[in-house]
Protein backbone atom coordinates (compact mmCIF):
# COMPACT_ATOMS: atom_id res chain seq x y z
CA UNK A 1 0.00 0.00 0.00
CA UNK A 2 1.53 3.45 -1.13
CA UNK A 3 1.55 5.96 1.56
CA UNK A 4 0.12 9.39 1.33
CA UNK A 5 3.82 11.29 1.16
CA UNK A 6 4.78 8.89 -0.97
CA UNK A 7 1.71 9.53 -3.61
CA UNK A 8 2.38 12.95 -2.59
CA UNK A 9 6.26 13.39 -3.07
CA UNK A 10 5.69 11.39 -6.55
CA UNK A 11 3.35 13.93 -7.54
CA UNK A 12 5.53 16.36 -7.01
CA UNK A 13 8.43 14.54 -8.80
CA UNK A 14 5.92 14.34 -11.67
CA UNK A 15 4.40 17.78 -12.27
CA UNK A 16 8.47 19.06 -12.00
CA UNK A 17 9.19 16.96 -14.97
CA UNK A 18 6.82 18.07 -17.08
CA UNK A 19 7.06 21.67 -15.80
CA UNK A 20 11.19 21.63 -17.22
CA UNK A 21 10.15 19.81 -20.17
CA UNK A 22 7.31 22.29 -20.93
CA UNK A 23 9.71 24.83 -19.93
CA UNK A 24 12.32 23.28 -22.59
CA UNK A 25 10.04 23.05 -24.76
CA UNK A 26 8.61 26.50 -25.01
CA UNK A 27 12.42 27.79 -24.92
CA UNK A 28 13.21 25.80 -28.24
CA UNK A 29 10.27 27.28 -29.99
CA UNK A 30 11.04 30.42 -29.27
CA UNK A 31 14.40 29.91 -30.44
CA UNK A 32 13.17 28.55 -33.92
CA UNK A 33 10.71 31.62 -33.88
CA UNK A 34 13.41 33.68 -33.65
CA UNK A 35 15.96 31.58 -35.96
CA UNK A 36 12.77 31.91 -38.82
CA UNK A 37 11.97 35.28 -38.14
CA UNK A 38 15.75 36.27 -38.87
CA UNK A 39 16.33 34.08 -41.33
CA UNK A 40 12.94 35.79 -43.22
CA UNK A 41 14.52 39.05 -42.28
CA UNK A 42 17.78 38.25 -44.37
CA UNK A 43 15.98 37.17 -47.19
CA UNK A 44 13.65 40.17 -48.04
CA UNK A 45 17.02 42.95 -47.25
CA UNK A 46 19.01 40.94 -50.04
CA UNK A 47 16.35 40.15 -52.68
CA UNK A 48 15.69 43.71 -51.71
CA UNK A 49 19.59 44.53 -51.67
CA UNK A 50 19.95 42.61 -55.55
CA UNK A 51 17.15 44.88 -57.36
CA UNK A 52 19.19 47.82 -57.49
CA UNK A 53 22.68 48.74 -58.96
CA UNK A 54 23.10 52.33 -56.81
CA UNK A 55 21.52 54.27 -54.45
CA UNK A 56 22.29 57.46 -53.06
CA UNK A 57 20.64 59.78 -50.07
CA UNK A 58 21.14 62.41 -48.01
CA UNK A 59 22.12 62.11 -44.19
CA UNK A 60 21.75 63.51 -40.67
CA UNK A 61 24.03 62.23 -37.81
CA UNK A 62 23.74 63.06 -34.44
CA UNK A 63 26.50 62.89 -31.39
CA UNK A 64 24.56 62.60 -28.24
CA UNK A 65 27.39 62.84 -24.84
CA UNK A 66 26.40 63.01 -21.48
CA UNK A 67 29.05 65.50 -21.18
CA UNK A 68 27.29 67.79 -23.85
CA UNK A 69 23.63 69.70 -23.06
CA UNK A 70 22.71 69.43 -26.84
CA UNK A 71 23.91 66.55 -29.74
CA UNK A 72 26.68 67.74 -31.79
CA UNK A 73 24.79 67.56 -35.55
CA UNK A 74 26.31 67.15 -38.75
CA UNK A 75 24.78 66.19 -42.29
CA UNK A 76 25.98 65.34 -45.81
CA UNK A 77 25.45 62.75 -48.91
CA UNK A 78 25.93 59.40 -49.30
CA UNK A 79 26.27 57.34 -52.85
CA UNK A 80 27.04 53.74 -53.75
CA UNK A 81 27.40 51.69 -56.88
CA UNK A 82 28.03 48.11 -57.10
CA UNK A 83 30.00 46.33 -56.79
CA UNK A 84 32.35 48.77 -54.41
CA UNK A 85 31.99 52.35 -55.54
CA UNK A 86 31.15 54.79 -52.26
CA UNK A 87 30.95 58.64 -52.63
CA UNK A 88 30.46 59.75 -49.01
CA UNK A 89 30.57 63.88 -48.37
CA UNK A 90 29.59 66.04 -45.13
CA UNK A 91 28.39 69.21 -46.00
CA UNK A 92 27.61 70.98 -42.88
CA UNK A 93 29.54 72.03 -40.20
CA UNK A 94 32.68 71.76 -41.70
CA UNK A 95 32.97 70.69 -45.72
CA UNK A 96 34.82 67.35 -45.87
CA UNK A 97 34.39 63.49 -47.73
CA UNK A 98 36.09 60.68 -49.49
CA UNK A 99 35.37 59.07 -52.50
CA UNK A 100 35.87 55.26 -52.93
CA UNK A 101 36.77 52.94 -55.98
CA UNK A 102 37.80 49.67 -55.01
CA UNK A 103 40.76 50.55 -52.36
CA UNK A 104 41.51 53.66 -53.86
CA UNK A 105 40.45 56.89 -52.69
CA UNK A 106 40.58 60.58 -52.22
CA UNK A 107 39.36 62.67 -49.70
CA UNK A 108 39.46 66.66 -49.06
CA UNK A 109 38.50 68.58 -45.83
CA UNK A 110 36.91 72.03 -46.25
CA UNK A 111 37.81 72.94 -50.55
CA UNK A 112 36.78 69.53 -52.66
CA UNK A 113 39.28 70.91 -55.35
CA UNK A 114 42.09 70.13 -52.69
CA UNK A 115 42.27 66.18 -52.30
CA UNK A 116 44.67 63.69 -50.77
CA UNK A 117 45.04 60.25 -52.33
CA UNK A 118 45.09 56.97 -49.90
CA UNK A 119 44.79 53.11 -49.32
CA UNK A 120 41.64 52.24 -47.98
CA UNK A 121 42.92 49.03 -46.41
CA UNK A 122 45.48 51.53 -44.68
CA UNK A 123 43.11 53.93 -42.92
CA UNK A 124 41.07 52.23 -39.92
CA UNK A 125 38.34 54.61 -39.86
CA UNK A 126 37.68 55.17 -43.74
CA UNK A 127 37.91 51.27 -43.73
CA UNK A 128 35.27 50.91 -41.34
CA UNK A 129 32.98 52.86 -42.73
CA UNK A 130 33.58 51.49 -46.31
CA UNK A 131 33.72 47.92 -45.33
CA UNK A 132 29.52 48.62 -43.03
CA UNK A 133 28.45 50.39 -45.75
CA UNK A 134 29.42 47.90 -48.55
CA UNK A 135 28.33 45.36 -46.60
CA UNK A 136 24.43 46.68 -45.65
CA UNK A 137 24.27 47.42 -49.61
CA UNK A 138 25.14 43.97 -50.86
CA UNK A 139 23.16 42.53 -47.89
CA UNK A 140 26.70 40.51 -47.38
CA UNK A 141 25.56 38.97 -44.28
CA UNK A 142 28.32 36.19 -44.20
CA UNK A 143 30.63 38.48 -43.53
CA UNK A 144 28.38 40.32 -40.85
CA UNK A 145 27.70 37.36 -38.81
CA UNK A 146 31.83 36.82 -38.66
CA UNK A 147 31.55 40.28 -36.82
CA UNK A 148 28.52 40.59 -35.01
CA UNK A 149 25.89 38.43 -33.18
CA UNK A 150 22.37 39.29 -34.75
CA UNK A 151 19.06 39.70 -33.82
CA UNK A 152 15.81 40.50 -34.81
CA UNK A 153 14.18 43.32 -32.42
CA UNK A 154 11.45 44.36 -34.70
CA UNK A 155 9.88 42.54 -37.27
CA UNK A 156 8.43 45.65 -39.58
CA UNK A 157 10.37 47.96 -40.45
CA UNK A 158 12.73 45.13 -39.78
CA UNK A 159 15.12 46.25 -37.01
CA UNK A 160 18.51 44.46 -36.25
CA UNK A 161 20.76 44.86 -32.85
CA UNK A 162 24.53 43.72 -33.67
CA UNK A 163 26.15 42.83 -30.84
CA UNK A 164 30.61 43.11 -31.28
CA UNK A 165 32.14 39.90 -31.40
CA UNK A 166 35.26 41.09 -31.92
CA UNK A 167 37.04 41.68 -28.32
CA UNK A 168 38.64 45.03 -29.81
CA UNK A 169 35.41 46.25 -31.08
CA UNK A 170 33.41 45.56 -27.96
CA UNK A 171 35.57 47.53 -25.70
CA UNK A 172 34.11 50.85 -27.23
CA UNK A 173 31.18 49.48 -28.72
CA UNK A 174 28.20 48.29 -26.78
CA UNK A 175 26.11 47.21 -29.99
CA UNK A 176 24.31 48.96 -32.73
CA UNK A 177 20.85 48.98 -33.97
CA UNK A 178 19.97 49.18 -38.30
CA UNK A 179 16.75 50.25 -39.08
CA UNK A 180 15.49 49.04 -42.66
CA UNK A 181 12.72 51.44 -44.51
CA UNK A 182 9.24 49.70 -44.89
CA UNK A 183 10.25 47.51 -48.09
CA UNK A 184 13.93 46.79 -47.01
CA UNK A 185 15.30 48.30 -50.04
CA UNK A 186 17.49 50.63 -47.87
CA UNK A 187 18.70 51.35 -44.17
CA UNK A 188 16.86 54.18 -42.96
CA UNK A 189 19.05 54.68 -39.44
CA UNK A 190 21.99 53.47 -38.18
CA UNK A 191 22.70 53.71 -33.81
CA UNK A 192 25.96 52.88 -32.27
CA UNK A 193 25.50 52.67 -28.43
CA UNK A 194 29.26 53.21 -26.86
CA UNK A 195 30.18 51.47 -23.83
CA UNK A 196 29.65 54.45 -21.66
CA UNK A 197 26.27 55.05 -22.89
CA UNK A 198 27.16 57.98 -25.18
CA UNK A 199 25.72 56.87 -29.13
CA UNK A 200 25.40 58.01 -32.59
CA UNK A 201 22.20 58.28 -34.94
CA UNK A 202 22.65 58.64 -38.39
CA UNK A 203 19.46 58.79 -40.02
CA UNK A 204 18.74 58.68 -43.86
CA UNK A 205 16.31 60.45 -45.89
CA UNK A 206 15.53 61.17 -49.71
CA UNK A 207 16.77 58.11 -50.38
CA UNK A 208 16.87 56.93 -54.31
CA UNK A 209 17.65 54.26 -56.24
CA UNK A 210 19.35 53.58 -59.37
CA UNK A 211 18.94 57.42 -60.14
CA UNK A 212 21.46 58.75 -62.76
CA UNK A 213 25.20 59.67 -61.32
CA UNK A 214 27.63 62.15 -62.25
CA UNK A 215 30.26 60.57 -64.86
CA UNK A 216 33.16 61.81 -62.84
CA UNK A 217 31.22 61.09 -59.05
CA UNK A 218 33.87 58.41 -58.21
CA UNK A 219 36.61 59.61 -60.02
CA UNK A 220 39.71 58.22 -57.41
Given at each position: M?????R?L???I??????L?????????A??E??????????R????A???R???S???Q??H?S?LK?????????VY??PDR?????V?????????T??????W??D??????F??R??P???????????????????????Y???????????L?????S?Q??K?I??L??T??RD?????SV??S????D??R????????DE????N?FT?
Open positions: ITRPYYSSLTLLVLCAFGSMTETQEERQDLRSEAFSIAAAASFTISDFVEKSMDPLLSSGRFEKLYWEIKPSPAGFVVGVKARREGARKTETDVKEVARAIVEQVFAWSRADFAWLEKRRITVTEDRPTARLTPLSEKYSHIIFSWSHVSDIEKGGYVIRFFHTLLPLPGLP
